[in-house]
């Protein structure tokens, strides 16, 4: 069974200051999607940031990018210039695309706080 | 666009009671999850569905019951309540679940007396 680990329940940065946020998974596949998901206050999940496997090219989404290690399977999120309003719980998420493994599983969170 | 609705938003139940949260989506995605979110903790997958008249159990789906008869309904059918159910629950959908965004709803916090 696919799983996601996120080592760092709690983090803190400076406002515009750099945070990185990490996450490891374990699979057998080959091909799969790795996600990052913020979770506001307001409890809404908002997607981040999306990795392709098969893609070499870490994904980069304005502020946002990752650091994406296959044989080491880490993904990693790196958020530039922190803002106040990057405040929130980070969810890591994977999901396969063989037969019974497509559902979209999660990492237990990172709680970021920005300080001004 | 409505996108994904949950409803209700919020519900108490006593021990022993029944419910059903509705989750309907209107952007015509195949795939729909149930989630339940406990204080401090993930997300962890309760029931899936990879289209209209298949579902399959996740990581926690004992107590949880699911249908899936239209593409665009997906009720989650809690029998029984006991305390442990006490939960934020979300509902998310996405296009075929392999490569694309998911959406989610805005939750449903139920808490079990």
């Known amino acids: 069974a696919q799983t996601v680990t996120q080592s760092q329940p709690e983090m803190s940065v400076q406002e515009a200051e750099t945070v990185t946020l990490s996450c490891t998974y374990d699979?057998?596949?080959?091909?799969?999607?790795l996600f990052w998901y913020k979770q506001p206050p307001s409890r809404q999940m908002i997607l981040v940031i999306r990795?392709?496997?098969?893609?070499?090219q870490n994904a980069t989404e304005n502020r946002f990018s990752v650091n994406f290690q296959k044989a080491a399977k880490s993904f990693s999120l790196k958020i530039s210039d922190s803002q106040l309003g990057d405040a929130a719980m980070y969810f890591c998420?994977?999901?396969?695309?063989?037969?019974?493994?497509?559902?979209?599983?999660f990492g237990k969170g990172t709680k970021l706080t920005v300080n001004p | 666009n409505a996108g994904v609705t949950q409803t209700p938003k919020f519900r108490i139940l006593k021990i022993g009671q029944s419910m059903t949260l509705q989750c309907a989506q209107d952007?015509?995605?195949?795939?729909m999850y149930w989630y339940r979110q406990d204080p401090g903790m993930g997300l962890k997958l309760i029931y899936y569905?990879?289209?209209?008249?298949?579902?399959d159990k996740g990581e926690v789906p004992n107590g949880y019951n699911v249908s899936r008869s239209t593409t665009e309904d997906f009720p989650l059918r809690l029998e029984l309540a006991a305390p442990s159910q006490t939960s934020v629950y979300f509902c998310?959908?996405?296009?075929?679940?392999?490569?694309?965004?998911?959406?989610f709803g805005q939750g449903t916090r139920l808490t079990v007396v």
């Open positions: 998310a959908s996405s296009a075929t679940g392999l490569n694309t965004e998911a959406f």
């Open positions: 699979t057998s596949e080959s091909d799969y999607y």
């Open positions: 990795q392709e496997a098969y893609k070499q």
């Open positions: 998420a994977y999901t396969g695309t063989q037969g019974g493994s497509e559902k979209l599983v």
């Open positions: 952007m015509n995605h195949n795939y």
């Open positions: 569905s990879v289209g209209a008249g298949i579902t």
